[in-house]
C-alpha cells in the first residue's frame, strides 16, 4: 500500500493503456486492481446507431389508399 502511494502516478500511467491493470496488495494480499476504463459518454449524446432514417415526409397527408379502411 505504501509503495502504490508513493508512485500512484506512475502506476495510473501504466494502466492508461487498455487491457493493462495493476493489483495493489496489502501484507501480501489482493485488496485492490486498478485498471484501464472506457471513456464515459455523454448520456446526452444520441447514440449514432438508434439514427432513424425516413424516406418520406412525414408532414405530407397520406394517399386515400393508405388510410386505414376503417378510419375512412
Known amino acids: 500500500?505504501?509503495?502504490a502511494q508513493?508512485?500512484?502516478?506512475?502506476l495510473v500511467?501504466?494502466?492508461?493503456?487498455?487491457?493493462e491493470s495493476v493489483l495493489i496488495c496489502?501484507?501480501?494480499?489482493?485488496?485492490a486492481q486498478l485498471m484501464h476504463c472506457q471513456p464515459v459518454t455523454d448520456r446526452l449524446t444520441?447514440?449514432?446507431s438508434l439514427r432513424v432514417t425516413l424516406r418520406y415526409?412525414?408532414?405530407?397527408?397520406?394517399?386515400?389508399?393508405?388510410?386505414p379502411k376503417d378510419y375512412r
Not at 13 to 19: G, L, N, R, Y
Not at 26 to 31: A, I, Q, T
Open 26 to 31: 496489502r501484507d501480501g494480499k489482493p485488496v
Open 1 to 3: 500500500m505504501d509503495e
Open 57 to 67: 415526409d412525414p408532414t405530407e397527408p397520406l394517399a386515400e389508399d393508405e388510410v
Open 6 to 10: 508513493a508512485r500512484l502516478s506512475q
Open 46 to 48: 444520441p447514440d449514432p
Open 13 to 19: 500511467e501504466a494502466v492508461q493503456k487498455p487491457h
